[in-house]
């Protein structure tokens, strides 16, 4: 039976790399239908998303390719279907709407398993989609408390990735420990421009002429891990910071719904504290 | 009592104007809070927006200004409040979705009186949002029957600004003339370049490297009416028409939101066939 | 000995390419420096670039390459070298002097053999350079009396490519044939916006609100050459037309410059009326 | 004598302003050919710049600007002609040369005096263009000895700008104090992510998706003055730094050159640590 696979592998650099997984596609009589590599030479590290078509085993053509490459290669063989994902947000709706309008237009190759809140501002706005909400308030509580419920629902849940669409929290090391590569932050400013609290406002104090949106993979350090897409705006001195903030919306909203097709697509390797998106 | 208005004037260009219209507002001890001015000087035609503050009765300060500038001139003192508008579409959600969650949110100084379709694919999405959702199938009648009952349904809301959210019906002469600058639409291409049916299809043929969107008031020339908003995507050989397709539709959604924001706080003049914006 | 080697190959697509060109460079024991690929899936053309290295023969390597891959593909081994340059201009030197001051700084891989222009404005200018210049005026002559003194005095040079740096003048279907895929434009708009004359007038024009530049390699058809690079600058109804010419020299020159790079460093191909750029 | 000024004011906000500005050239006859405001509510600052043309004496009209406007007032009547402007580099000539094309074209409303740098390689560059240039070498001697013999040169010269095209040198505060709003940095980055050394390398490591270049007036603070203008390039994960190096750079020239632009055109005003620009 005709079908599709993403072959996605990260190993060290060597030779024939190309010419043996290539062969392993020959041998099985698959089609090629996508290819991209990348060779980070400073680290040594090879990158490679192959799409293949074809008849093929998806465990048989995984251990052919464990067998052709060195051990420590991370080797995945995937079929494309929805991804399961848990939105987290707190108050703003700009960002988590475009996800749910996405979601409800077909456009996400996704499945949201819930949304949960620190306030219940979006309650309404949620229920409208057909999305679980859930309401865990951080009131009278510590970070570690409120987390600690956070997990548990999310643990009633399968989910690939986390989506903090504009959860405006920051997390300890144990929540991010917890769910390594799968939690996707929007931060709203250019990093590393302004990290932490209310960019906007720094962005307007120091008088930028261009604001702007990241979307990462969130790590131990605030703000400080790897990037998945970027975009900017053009702004003027006639802004306010509130202008700023308002502008900066269309942005942060966009990225991160960038960054998380691309991840929902395989498109996204982590490499150290960067990315590499094919 | 201390309000605030919009002062909007488009006449001919004269010596003499800056200071008759700050003397107006001077006489009254109104503050100005923002102000913008453009001379056209090919058509010799003047445009400026102020934005004043103080105590004052809005028929007398337009009398005054009336008074004091030449026969032709076309002055508005606006008082902020939400416009009404009303939405047509077809059956794609972005656009329309982007307009629907900025209301929800508040973001917009709009009313939505009414979302009227060709097609009932948006019901369930636009009802979500507690909007009347009306579906005027075009099978089985002629491009003139179907605008008569569009044109009837709309003549039993007030509003101020008719908005195309990926409406994909060719309007008549009749319909266009009957909304002089209060259609606004969004095409999907960087006009004028792909004008009329398909643009994604004709910039992939064309092998552009960037794709583009733009909103503009709709007038009896298809796609030549005065652009409001631009904005571009960069493509490349790797894009199928139907990728560029799905890449262009965040340049859609945004271009005709911020064109719409900017139609609703007044900051745009038609000049003969182009736009004057502040 | 030790070299590198940009191996380009443009065949019809089948399947087992990758294999069979990746075992070449395996059996001779190639590293494989960078790779790319692009299947054009509705022409059914594929198209590679990789950069191999290691030791090897060029007429060996590209001998094993053409008896593996079927009868029709475009096979190159190049071995990276200054390419030869001719360039045309007028009488603007925005364009013209962005890729002298490159070459002046080493930046381009290039050796310029000539400037030819048809006015004589510019001879100080590119003198400086230790550039030849040739004037050919153009007066009191048919159109092609005159290319045929330009293609005569370029017949005198060696050369890869001829650039159009400004070059105001329409080439014949004779001169186009002369070159093919080797004559590369700059043209003042975001084609297919505005082809012909005086672009900038016709965007003005229009009132449109974002003006571009296009590089694209010069065919028979006047501005619908395969485009290697395309970019955009924001203007607004402030600016003359005259403005709107100033603005956008920024963008041509910068757009020149980038698709003459990308040919001199053997990233395009062309598919039939575009390209394909690694 | 029919001629033309640009009337520059900055002061204390207050009620009428506009009204007594215009007052003043209505009483003379004056055209205003152009005007903008602008309001810095936060710090109660106008800022106004208007282009008047008519019969009228600079120092007349100024006088009575002076009157009607509050004691603090920063008020200019410049009669458009060339400014002075003197250069400052070290090695690379990409910056140096666009402003010296530029030059050499009209383009700019700037006669440069001469160019400076502290090493002798773009002498032979430099005088291509009939510029004076000077090598003032660094070695052997400290900052402070190496700054007195610049400033001594540059004091044999009459200026209004001093601009840095990639003078990799840092500055004392005695330097930067002897010529405050005077000098016009491009930092290779979008500041203020990548503030110091090595913006590039910086960038690379952190694994940004795009790259972006400053061009700001140098004040005590390292790379802290106000911004004039920014613009950015999209990067991903191919390029290395020595990539981004070079993509950036014709970031850093666009930006430089429409930076002086701005300000050779009396369009940029200093709002504390940030610019108005009209």
Redesign the interface.
């Given at each position: 039976m005709e079908k599709t696979a993403r072959v996605l592998i990260d190993c060290k650099d060597a030779?024939?790399l190309?010419?043996k997984i290539?062969?392993v596609?020959?041998d099985r009589?698959l089609?090629?239908?996508?290819?991209?590599?990348?060779?980070?030479k400073?680290n040594e590290r090879f990158f490679m998303r192959t799409v293949v078509s074809g008849a093929f085993d998806v465990k048989e053509l995984l251990d052919a390719l464990k067998a052709d490459i060195p051990g420590d290669a991370h080797i995945r063989v995937i079929e494309p279907e929805d991804k399961k994902i848990i939105l987290l947000a707190t108050k703003?709706?700009?960002a988590l709407?475009?996800i749910l309008?996405?979601h409800?237009?077909g456009?996400l190759d996704a499945q949201i398993q819930c949304v949960i809140a620190n306030h219940d501002t979006l309650q309404t706005?949620v229920r409208?989609?057909d999305i679980p909400f859930f309401h865990i308030p951080a009131e009278g509580m510590s970070r570690e408390e409120h987390e600690e419920l956070v997990m548990r629902l999310i643990g009633e849940f399968e989910f690939d990735y986390i989506v903090l669409a504009k959860y405006m929290r920051i997390l300890t090391p144990t929540f991010v420990k917890a769910y390594p590569e799968q939690i996707i932050n929007i931060h709203h400013s250019?990093?590393?421009?302004?990290i932490g609290a209310n960019p906007y406002k720094q962005a307007f104090d120091?008088?930028?002429?261009?604001i702007?949106a990241t979307a990462h993979f969130v790590t131990d350090d605030l703000d400080e891990g790897?990037?998945?897409?970027?975009?900017?705006i053009?702004v003027?001195?006639?802004l306010?910071w509130k202008d700023m903030q308002?502008a900066g919306?269309?942005g942060e909203k966009?990225v991160l719904?960038?960054a998380l097709t691309l991840v929902l697509d395989d498109r996204v390797f982590v490499?150290g504290?960067?990315?590499?998106?094919f």
């Amino acid at each position: 039976m005709e079908k599709t696979a993403r072959v996605l592998i990260d190993c060290k650099d060597a030779k024939g790399l190309v010419y043996k997984i290539s062969k392993v596609f020959y041998d099985r009589g698959l089609n090629i239908d996508n290819n991209r590599e990348f060779v980070d030479k400073e680290n040594e590290r090879f990158f490679m998303r192959t799409v293949v078509s074809g008849a093929f085993d998806v465990k048989e053509l995984l251990d052919a390719l464990k067998a052709d490459i060195p051990g420590d290669a991370h080797i995945r063989v995937i079929e494309p279907e929805d991804k399961k994902i848990i939105l987290l947000a707190t108050k703003e709706s700009h960002a988590l709407g475009d996800i749910l309008v996405r979601h409800a237009d077909g456009e996400l190759d996704a499945q949201i398993q819930c949304v949960i809140a620190n306030h219940d501002t979006l309650q309404t706005f949620v229920r409208r989609f057909d999305i679980p909400f859930f309401h865990i308030p951080a009131e009278g509580m510590s970070r570690e408390e409120h987390e600690e419920l956070v997990m548990r629902l999310i643990g009633e849940f399968e989910f690939d990735y986390i989506v903090l669409a504009k959860y405006m929290r920051i997390l300890t090391p144990t929540f991010v420990k917890a769910y390594p590569e799968q939690i996707i932050n929007i931060h709203h400013s250019f990093l590393p421009a302004f990290i932490g609290a209310n960019p906007y406002k720094q962005a307007f104090d120091r008088g930028v002429k261009i604001i702007g949106a990241t979307a990462h993979f969130v790590t131990d350090d605030l703000d400080e891990g790897p990037i998945i897409a970027q975009d900017v705006i053009p702004v003027n001195h006639r802004l306010t910071w509130k202008d700023m903030q308002r502008a900066g919306r269309d942005g942060e909203k966009i990225v991160l719904s960038r960054a998380l097709t691309l991840v929902l697509d395989d498109r996204v390797f982590v490499n150290g504290n960067k990315t590499v998106i094919f």
